[in-house]
Every structure is written in structure tokens, then in C-alpha cells.
Nanobody, 124 residues
Framework: QVQLVESGGGLVQAGGSLRLSCAAS????????MGWFRQAPGKERECVAS????????YYADSVKGRFTISRDNAKNTVYLQMNSLKPEDTAVYYC?????????????????WGQGTQVTVSS
């Protein structure tokens, strides 16, 4: 069992930056691939970034490539999402999730555990 708690969301102006953190409970964090998803009102939840168990392989959605960076610290049981050059269209609830498959994946069905989400609002 893995419990995930996100933090770091908030209100920021377009062009600004935020860093999301996701703290995981349990001693098996390093066995999981981790992902950051977002869901805007009226839209489906989408994967914006994923990282494998070791941190050596990552995936980014085209819409965030070059602006967002996912990273993890297995010693701290934490995964991060650094978001730069934020745009109003990045406004959404952001969720972190853990996949027991351990490999990078954007497939929502392969994620076993989810956090409660943190709101990110980007004003124009």
C-alpha cells in the first residue's frame, strides 16, 4: 500500500513557476514508477510526465516538453514536478500517481495509487 500526498499548488501568473511535490508513504517507493497527471474542468485526466523507478527514464506530454521537469528522490520518498513558463491552459488539478509496473508509462490504467490532487491556477 502506498499513500501519496501532493503539495505546492497555488495561483501564479502566466510565465511564472511552481514546484509540486508528492510525498509517498511506505518503504517500497523505489519500486514504483511515478506519474503526474492533470485534469481541467470538463476534460479527461491526462498524463503530463512520468518517471521510472530509478529516475533514469522519463516521459513528457508534448504540451509540457521543455517547460516541465519530473524528478524523484528515492531516499526521501518524494517525486517532484518543476513547472516553468506556465500558461493559463496549464490550469488544472494535478495528481501524482504510483505504478507498480516500475517503468515509464502514460497509461492511466497502469497506475495503482493516487493522491488527492493539488490545484494549480495560472492567470493571464
Amino acid at each position: 500500500q502506498v499513500q501519496l500526498v501532493e503539495s505546492g499548488g497555488g495561483l501564479v501568473q502566466a510565465g511564472g513557476s511552481l514546484r509540486l511535490s508528492c510525498a509517498a508513504s511506505g518503504r517500497t517507493f523505489s519500486r514504483y514508477a511515478m506519474g503526474w497527471f492533470r485534469q481541467a474542468p470538463g476534460k479527461e485526466r491526462e498524463c503530463v510526465a512520468s518517471i521510472d523507478w530509478s529516475g533514469s527514464s522519463t516521459y513528457y506530454a508534448d504540451s509540457v516538453k521543455g517547460r516541465f521537469t519530473i524528478s524523484r528522490d528515492n531516499a526521501k520518498n518524494t517525486v517532484y514536478l518543476q513547472m516553468n513558463s506556465l500558461k493559463p491552459e496549464d490550469t488544472a488539478v494535478y495528481y501524482c500517481a504510483a505504478s507498480g509496473g516500475a517503468l515509464v508509462t502514460r497509461a492511466i490504467g497502469l497506475y495503482d495509487y493516487w493522491g488527492q490532487g493539488t490545484q494549480v491556477t495560472v492567470s493571464s
